[in-house]
């Protein structure tokens, strides 16, 4: 990797918005196939993990801005499905989980806040058009191009606003198609690496998507397949990024032992989080940031 790559890499993941989990729980039956209501959220737990996952962030360089959590909606700790943000434009998403529609309004006024140019799914999109925002929507390490993950909980006609509104090519961003319901957002089996690889699980994809994943990256040794036990242990759901030490860090809550020998022998530094609260609702240590600072060259 070239200097100037590593330099530009170092800049990508550098902010994201968090929402502390002080209402979460596990109410809503059926929103994934990994959500448990038999066992009860420890709130005490949680939110000690949670702020182990943030100050685990800001010592390696990541920044992190708060939003209030509200009340009542006990997902909202789950930011990653708030928006996409790129050049300072945030798209708010809009849920196809019905329960959490709630919280679009909210991450709007947030952004609005910060002096984002904001604009909503819901009024822009076609009435059967949902995108559960920055978790279908990967960036690759540089920014040259994105993933946009669809078939699940986001629809595929979401593709073309998306295009509109970040002046996007249809070249720059790869559409593929999540076709296990285990695997409900492109965040739980697909992770650009901030060294220019992509680890993913092949079985959540169907045929044309993996082949595109494989082309996009550029070299079969850079895209890096998960088994079953990997994906569903949500080892893509991870963050990575260049720390200020210059290190390459893959922040998960879960590394098998291959998984680890595999990323630490391409340079990564890796660094596991105990998150099995928010496991019983399906979710991980990506499923609880947004990136807010990615901006492509001008």
């Known amino acids: 990797m070239s200097v100037q790559k590593v330099a530009n890499a170092a800049k990508i993941y550098k902010k994201v918005m968090m929402v ?39 010592n390696l360089g990541l920044e992190t801005e708060i939003c209030r959590p509200v009340p009542g909606l006990v997902d909202m700790v789950f930011s990653a499905n708030s928006a996409i943000v790129l050049d300072n434009k945030a798209l708010i998403a809009k849920m196809n989980a019905h329960p959490r529609r709630e919280e679009s309004e909210h991450f709007a006024r947030w952004f609005r806040e910060r002096g984002f140019d904001v604009e909503e799914l819901e009024k822009i999109g076609k009435a059967y058009t949902f995108c559960e925002g920055n978790a279908e929507f990967s960036p690759t390490h540089d920014l040259s191009s994105f993933f946009f993950g669809f078939g699940q909980r986001t629809a595929e006609s979401a593709y ?16 593929v198609r999540l076709v296990d319901e285990r695997f409900y957002h492109l965040d739980v089996c697909l992770a650009p690496l901030a060294l220019g690889h992509v680890i993913f699980y ?18 079969r040794d850079k895209a890096i397949e ?47 989080v105990n998150y099995d609260q928010f496991l019983l ?12 600072a990615l901006q492509r060259d001008q």
């Open 202 to 219: 092949p079985g959540a994809f169907d045929e044309v998507s993996v082949k595109r994943i494989n082309d996009a990256v550029g070299s």
């Open 226 to 272: 998960l088994t079953l036990e990997e994906g569903l242990q949500f080892s893509c759901n991870c963050v990575s990024f260049i720390s200020n030490e210059g290190d390459a860090v893959v922040v998960a809550s879960k590394f098998s032992h291959r998984l680890r020998n595999i990323l630490e022998e391409l340079g990564y530094k890796c660094v596991e």
């Open 20 to 58: 502390p989990p002080v209402h979460f729980d596990v109410i809503h039956k059926g929103l994934n196939a990994h959500m448990k209501l038999s066992e009860p959220v420890d709130r005490i737990k949680a939110l000690k993990q949670w702020e182990t996952l943030r100050t685990t962030f800001n």
């Open 281 to 292: 609702s399906g979710g991980s240590v990506r499923c609880s940031v947004v990136d807010i």
């Open 160 to 175: 073309e606003p998306i295009l509109d509104f970040f002046d996007l090519n249809k070249s720059d961003v790869l559409k």
